[in-house]
């Protein structure tokens, strides 16, 4: 009987957490959604049809490459789109990590993974690995990513319409949306000297050489700084972190 109990409690704390897992996946895609707008915006903006807009969040959907590219595109035209792609590549290359991380989560099979392919963001990246079970973690995964495809997509398609309609969107602050929701990622990143000193040479880099490059190469060499100051590990010293075991989840982001 006490066994038959103990499992009825274990059985109860793992629907909780998968329902936890679940609103917490909903909650971070109506807040994901929202900044959706000011990409269509700042899309149609660049001179992108609307059709063209909801295609490349359709098929790219990660919000950071799709800024940079637009970003770049709206300041150099078409003559920029080669530097446009590099930038947009770059940022998208931290999905690679996310899909490593995420590799046990997903489990295998070829479709599953395909169909993975497509959500692992850092959002649905972050909900999952904040839950301590493996079902929750696959929930908080799934439920992310398709409730934010979906919210993304419309609220692209809702800014676009905004944008064509209304006109400039820096008008109503929207071109600030995206670069504050960077800054909220990068904030609490900043509590070591390697990262500051990192976020601040890249930015004067970017500032000194954007005068004199099309649009898009001041920060692909800016990037440059990241990777110099990675390698050769200056300011980076410090205690080494205790070993975790496999199933604590990673709160301060990835390993």
């Known amino acids: 009987m006490r066994a038959f109990a103990r499992l009825g409690r274990v059985s109860t704390s793992s629907d909780a957490e998968d329902r936890r897992a679940g609103r917490q996946g909903l909650s971070v895609a109506l807040a994901t959604s ?4 000011s990409f ?15 295609v490349l969040s359709l098929v790219m959907f990660t919000g950071g490459s799709q800024f940079a590219f637009i970003g770049v595109i709206g300041a150099g035209g078409l003559a920029a789109a080669p530097a446009a792609i590099a930038s947009a590549s770059l940022l998208g290359v931290r999905n690679i990590a996310y899909g490593m991380r995420m590799s046990p989560v997903i489990g295998d099979g070829f479709w599953r993974r395909a169909a993975a392919a497509q959500f692992t963001i850092d959002e649905s990246t972050a909900v ?13 995964f799934w439920v992310t990513g398709i ?10 398609f809702a800014g676009a319409l905004l944008g064509d309609v209304l006109g400039d969107p820096r008008q109503y602050g929207l071109d600030a949306a995206a ?12 509590r ?38 990675g390698w ?15 199933d604590v989840p990673e709160r301060e982001g990835l390993p």
């Open 192 to 229: 070591q000297r390697q990262a500051i000193v990192v976020g601040v040479a890249a930015a004067v880099v970017a500032t000194v050489l954007t005068p004199g490059l099309i649009p898009g190469v001041p920060v692909l060499l800016a990037a440059f700084v990241a990777i110099v100051v």
């Open 232 to 246: 050769f590990n200056w300011l980076g010293a410090g205690p080494v972190p205790p070993v975790e075991p496999d």
């Open 179 to 190: 670069a504050a929701a960077f800054l909220a990622l990068l904030w609490p990143r900043l």
């Open 34 to 37: 929202a900044y959706g707008v």
């Open 128 to 140: 999952s690995l904040a839950q301590t079970t493996l079902r929750a973690r696959t929930r908080g």
């Open 147 to 156: 409730a934010i495809y979906i919210g993304w997509n419309i609220t692209t």
């Open 40 to 54: 269509g915006a700042l899309a149609t903006a660049s001179g992108l049809d609307i059709w063209q807009t909801c």
